[in-house]
């Protein structure tokens, strides 16, 4: 029987430490690292079954993630991560590709505000997303994560 109040727990990784919280229904977040949020900080049948997935797909037992995820953000907002999230393993999109697939051509920097607010770190696959060039986006530390992970899925 799932929670059905809010809760969190840190899962240890071979990646490192992945925090994901629930809230009974559905995945509210997943974060890179030891984070604390809102809610309970214990572990639930949901956060449970996100770390499990994470867990097969750094064991590269799982190309994509089947979670419920919990509908936040702007419209626009979901329709940039329901497009990334359709982007296949190891393969990239740029911003401008992601805009013309969701019907706003142009809008590329609007589809980049909406990957950087992405709350589902690796199970709606920011680093899959790259700059014109084909170099992952952003600068210092979340950049160099990006491509880690975009090296993982194109070296299996």
């Known amino acids: ?38 809610g309970a900080q214990a ?17 590269r037992k799982r190309t994509t993630f089947n979670l419920p995820l919990a509908e936040m953000g702007t419209p626009f907002q979901q329709q940039a991560w329901k497009a990334l999230a359709d982007v296949p393993y190891a393969q990239t999109v740029t911003a401008a590709d992601l805009a013309s697939r969701i019907g706003h051509a142009g809008a590329h920097r609007a589809v980049g505000g909406a ?19 084909g170099q992952p986006w952003g600068e210092g530390k979340p950049a160099s994560v990006r491509a880690a992970l975009l ?3 194109q070296q299996g």
Not at 21 to 28: E, L, Q, S
Not at 115 to 133: D, S
């Open 1 to 38: 029987m799932q929670q059905s109040s809010s809760t969190f727990y840190t899962y240890f990784t071979p990646a490192g430490p992945i925090t994901v919280a629930a809230n009974g229904r559905a995945i509210t977040r997943v974060a890179l690292g030891r984070v604390a949020l809102s």
């Open 43 to 59: 572990p639930s049948e949901l956060t449970n079954l996100a770390a499990t997935q994470i867990q097969e797909y750094l064991a």
């Open 115 to 133: 990957v950087r607010a992405n709350p589902f770190a690796l199970v709606v696959p920011t680093h899959r997303l790259v700059r014109a060039n």
């Open 151 to 153: 090296r993982f899925e």
